[in-house]
């Protein structure tokens, strides 16, 4: 017998990284207000990864950490750090993580208003690359097994019944759902499954599951959409 | 070359039997010189349906095995020319079939026949998968109930992915729907699932509907395929079924509860 409490996994998530040219406190604060105030809920307890690879100077960490948090926002690490800089970092706690392709790709400064004369810009952005999509042009027969790993999956087609189709994306079907659809297979809550007729035995979001008894009602063999809200399956129209 | 036909189903008793036979000795009515192959080994039925079975020496099993060569174990049939039956082992197993062996048969049979109709065994086992994976077309045989829909989508599934036209990329096995059992006053009282029901589910092309029909068990009882019996409802829609299978266009008989005229309805019929 396992004894085990614990597991640990890896995962993806999606973080935002914030770019600064200058990491004086002063200017890094009245930029990110300035950003923040376009969307304060959007950034609400974000958590944040600071980009370091543009900036020359020495940060002090456990200060722009306090900040961070005053601003409600959580910074959880540095990336593009030179190895001096991972070393402060980690004294103040924070993860030093690697850069992402687009982080790199897309240094395009963009100047605020507040401060152009400086040549100081926020650029905030999310890692990783956005989903790609697994399209299968057939039905899907009983038996068959369909699974878009990282990937939204569109069935053009019908999926019959005990037939399953995976994705840890979206899913799309274009034709009957008789089978079963499982969307944000890796534990994202925000996928969805969309089909064009739902007649399914089984959709389930993010492990959140309902059996076809649960979908009998006003969008049984219906264009339907399923989606995850506070921890709950809601149908709604397709359109 | 033949074209290699495959009967099945997934599901067990819904009429491949008699299905292959009928089709099979409708084709060779037609001209065409056909061999019905029984791939059900150790549960040989084909030789029964077509009343042959006193009339087999050597099996599928033993041409491949090298124990005997085809013209020695083919059964030519009695009433039909061009109608040559293959039959089945009822000693051996599953397993006796070797893709190797089956293909080569398949290819000596290819250069004499127009067709081979393959009878495939229920199940999606080494014994169906050996008769469905050389084929170019697929009868695939429904009752209109839940169970054997299912079983269909299945089979359809296996078709699409583990057949040679589908390792080898080639064009997709054609395939063709066979309804049998089907009972009009039943699907009118909603006890069984309609024509249209069973299409929308499989979603393949319709070849034939045949009707619940007693002639269908007096003619398996008697070792005639259904399809001699010209009179009879069932063997009408065999007819049918193998002019739209050569690429006719034929209108779809018996799906609609026959309406009583005023004398049977006086006299009771």
Known sequence: ?239 | MAKIIVVTSGKGGVGKTTSSAAIGTGLALKGHKTVIIDFDIGLRNLDLIMGCERRVVYDFVNVINGEANLKQTLIKDKRIDNLFILPASQTRDKDALTKEGVERVLNELSKDFDFILCDSPAGIESGAMMALYFADEAVVVTNPEVSSVRDSDRILGMLSSKSRRAEQGLDSIKEHLLLTRYNPERVEKGEMLSVEDVKEILSIDLIGVIPESQAVLNASNSGQPVILDKDSDAGQAYLDTVDRLLGENVPFRFLTVEKKGLLKRIFGG
């Open chain 1, 1 to 239: 017998m396992s004894d085990q409490s614990l597991e640990l996994k890896g995962s993806l998530f999606p973080l935002s990284v914030l770019s600064c040219t200058d990491l004086s406190l002063a200017v890094v604060k009245s930029q990110l207000e300035h950003k923040l105030a376009q969307a304060p809920a959007f950034f609400y307890q974000a958590p944040i990864v600071l980009n370091l690879s543009d900036s020359q100077q020495t940060p002090d960490f456990s200060a722009i950490k306090q900040l961070f948090s005053q601003l409600n926002l959580v910074l959880v690490g540095v990336c593009g750090a030179s190895s001096e800089h991972k070393q402060l970092a980690q004294q103040a706690g924070l993860a030093v993580l690697q850069l992402g392709k687009t982080a790199k790709a897309s240094q395009a400064a963009e100047p605020t208003a507040t401060a152009p004369s400086r040549q100081t810009s926020v650029v905030t952005n999310n890692v990783p690359v956005p989903m790609d999509s697994k399209i299968v042009e057939q039905t899907v027969r009983s038996g068959q097994q369909i699974y878009a790993k990282g990937a939204d999956l569109v069935i053009k087609g019908t999926v019959g019944a005990g037939a399953e189709v995976i994705a840890d994306g979206n899913i799309h079907i274009y034709g009957t759902l008789r089978g079963k659809a499982i969307a944000g297979a890796a534990g994202d809550s925000s996928k969805r499954i969309f089909c064009y007729n739902l007649q399914a035995e089984l959709v389930s979001i993010a492990g959140n599951y309902w059996l076809s008894e649960s979908l009998q009602g006003n969008f049984w063999g219906k264009p339907a959409c399923v989606r995850l809200q506070d921890d709950q399956l809601v149908l709604a129209d397709l359109v």
